[in-house]
């Protein structure tokens, strides 16, 4: 995967097809540290402990469809080439935790991509999963929670284009707001 944005893409397609109802993405940028922090927790089915030991291993996938599971063996890769690392979390019936780190100024870090972007597809393809985004800079942080906006929604769709496009340009607005010069 070329992006950040992706490799979170398809974490959070991992927990969806672990029948998670609540995903919880987190960003942090920490320049004095110059860490780029990530981490996707779940309260899908979780990873059996015979599967856990060897997840990152592109040979280990629990998919019917295919034999292989690149996106962890790719995420674990890329944050290691950046002197960071990832870590993996889970205990079955309760979920799943994936972190990891990347150099945050490192010359092979990946390009970050559209996070917005990304945030709001997760958002819009699965409306009855509760998503909660948090983003913090040294600058700020920023939290959005879909239980939150169906709350101020009512009984207005999250699938109507006007409020799409409005959630797509509050994401962004709100991510310029808590940007650091890199």
């Not at 959070?12 to 672990?18: E, F, K, L, P």
């Not at 942090?28 to 997840?55: M, R």
């Not at 995420?75 to 960071?84: D, I, M, P, V, W």
């Not at 409020?163 to 607005?173: A, D, F, K």
């Amino acid at each position: 995967m070329t992006e950040i944005a992706l490799h979170i893409l398809d974490i959070v397609h991992n927990s969806i097809r672990a029948n998670a109802t609540r995903i919880q993405i987190s960003i942090s940028e920490n320049a004095a540290t110059d860490e780029y922090l990530i981490s996707v927790d779940d309260n899908g089915k979780g990873i059996p402990p015979e599967i856990l030991t060897n997840v990152t291993d592109p040979f280990t996938t629990s998919r019917k469809t295919r034999k292989v599971g690149m996106g962890l063996s790719l995420l674990k890769h890329g944050a290691e080439q950046t002197g960071g690392w990832l870590k993996i979390s889970s205990e079955p019936g309760i979920g799943t935790r994936v972190s990891c780190c990347f150099g945050l100024r490192h010359l092979d870090r990946p390009p970050i991509g559209n996070i917005a972007g990304t945030i709001y597809q997760l958002i819009s393809a699965f409306p009855k999963i509760q998503f909660i985004y948090s983003h913090t800079t040294i600058v700020d942080e920023y939290v959005f929670d879909t239980a939150e906006v169906a709350e101020a929604l009512g009984d207005v769709p999250v699938s109507l284009p006007e409020v799409r496009s409005y959630l797509l340009e509050m994401i962004n607005e709100n991510l310029d707001e808590i940007k650091i010069a890199r």
